[in-house]
Nanobody, 121 residues
């Protein structure tokens, strides 16, 4: 089973940008999703990318601000986050699934350990 490791989280001011990375332990054709979980809230799916990168999906609240991409030569999926807002503060996770994107976390069994993103002035 592929293992995932996220990185790139940091403290950033409102309006700033971050790029998160999700590195897989081996080449995978899995669909990769990004989730986030803020304190006291459920884990929510925010973006997903198809195995060949040909299709991407976004939660409405991050559409036009976040971009998901993948470089299969590096076994890496990226989440570029622009115009960050305080409400984007959360632990961000990537997760893998064999068939199709899904925004519900219960459909994923392969997870990274998470990376903290804090948006604050």
């Amino acid at each position: 089973q592929v293992q995932l490791v996220e990185s790139g989280g940091n403290l950033v001011q409102p309006g700033g940008s971050l790029r998160l990375s999700c590195v897989a332990s081996e080449f995978t054709r899995d669909y990769i999703s990004w989730f986030r979980q803020a304190p006291g809230k459920e884990r929510e799916g925010i973006a997903c990318i198809r195995s060949d990168g040909s299709n991407t999906y976004y939660l409405d609240s991050v559409r036009r601000r976040f971009t998901v991409s993948r470089d299969n030569s590096k076994n890496t999926v990226y989440l570029q986050m622009n115009n960050l807002k305080p409400e984007d503060t959360a632990v961000y996770y990537c997760a893998a699934r064999k068939v199709a994107c899904h925004y519900n976390a219960i459909h994923y069994t392969t997870w990274g350990q998470g990376t903290q993103v804090t948006v604050s002035s």
